[in-house]
């Protein structure tokens, strides 16, 4: 039980002990939301795809266009940008989700050049190339501000970031979830018991898209802009690379993947701007190489080799 809430503490704990950090704190739960939405659709039920910007960016748009044309109240925007990117993930999972492969993977691609293609020209409500600016946000619950600090905002992120993880493990443990675990391992098995395969995947891509939207939202309400880089195939490079060092089918693999991922980036960074991402780069490929479970795994790693040295 301590070790299932162990994350939580850790992340209440950094709020009062790294107080003048929570800009960054608060980016690392928005990476956290990104990557457990790419688990739930390439980890658990084996979805290829380099589109969850996509979906991202949809989200932090929708959000930024409702602060500043329709109201400034925070738990509307991120409402209304998880229903927007729900919306698009039904869309267009029903159109692409026939394909399997290379093709799926290079048809989520197109899906992130097309959006950030349509941004970059609908400068009337995206802002284009300049971006969303000046978005004012009301006090969440009509009392806590949005200071400069980020106080609110990390706690604001934290509890969205909860909801959706319960949400997460329900799925994952309901039924339904079984039957996406066995469609990750087996899809002509799983028709061949009468599992309707198409539609279990479309429902499971819908979910992750809207999670990603969720991240979205998250990412232009606490950053309080939005720029054409939330919809590039770099923001769902990154996830995929958060995820693999995490680790896929993990309970916190998302976690300590993009909390690592976003912590080495920001301290590398400040010793050497230009080739932090050597660093990044070598702590992948070692963790690919030894932790075939991702940095979650090492744990059980550090087991198997004290249980060898007790044999010897």
């Known amino acids: 039980m301590i ?3 162990t994350p939580w503490l850790l992340a209440l704990g950094f709020y009062f002990a790294f107080a003048e950090q929570l800009a960054l704190g608060t980016n690392v739960l928005v990476m956290i939301l990104l ?19 996509a979906f991202f ?3 932090a748009y929708v959000a930024g266009i409702v602060a500043l044309r329709v109201t400034e109240d925070p738990l509307i925007g991120l409402a209304v940008a998880t229903l927007a990117s729900a919306a698009l993930g039904a869309l267009t999972g ?14 989520t691609l197109a899906l992130s050049a ?32 949005f200071d400069l600090f980020k106080h609110t905002a990390y706690l604001y ?5 909860l909801v959706w993880f319960l949400v997460t493990q329900i799925v994952i443990v309901s039924p339904f979830g079984r039957s996406i675990d066995g469609i990750r391992q087996s899809p002509a098995r799983m028709r061949a018991i009468g599992t309707p395969v198409w539609w279990r995947r479309l429902c499971v891509y819908t979910l992750s898209a809207a999670m990603a939207g969720s991240a979205g939202a998250l990412s232009a309400q606490t950053t309080r802009f939005v720029g054409l880089t939330t919809l590039s195939v770099l923001v769902s490079g990154t996830a995929v690379v958060m995820l693999v060092l995490g680790g896929t089918r993990r309970r916190y693999g998302a976690f300590l993947g993009a909390a690592v991922y976003v912590l080495v980036q920001d301290y590398a960074a400040q010793i050497n701007p230009f080739h932090w991402m050597l660093i990044v780069g070598i702590l992948l ?10 940095l979650a795994s090492l744990p059980e790693a550090l087991l198997r080799v004290r249980r060898r040295e007790s044999k010897r």
Do not use: Y
């Open 35 to 53: 990557t457990l939405s790419l688990d739930l659709c390439l980890g658990r039920a084996g979805i290829l795809t380099l589109g969850q910007s």
């Open 94 to 107: 029903a159109l692409i989700l026939h394909t399997e492969g290379a093709a799926l993977l290079m048809l």
């Open 114 to 145: 097309l959006l950030e293609e349509f941004a970059n020209h609908a400068t009337a409500w995206t802002g284009g190339a300049d971006g969303l600016q000046g978005m004012k946000l009301a006090p969440l619950l009509g009392t806590f501000r």
């Open 285 to 294: 490929m070692l963790t690919v190489l030894f932790l075939e479970g991702g």
């Open 3 to 5: 070790a299932r809430l």
């Open 157 to 161: 992120s934290l509890a969205v970031l």
């Open 57 to 59: 960016g949809m989200g």
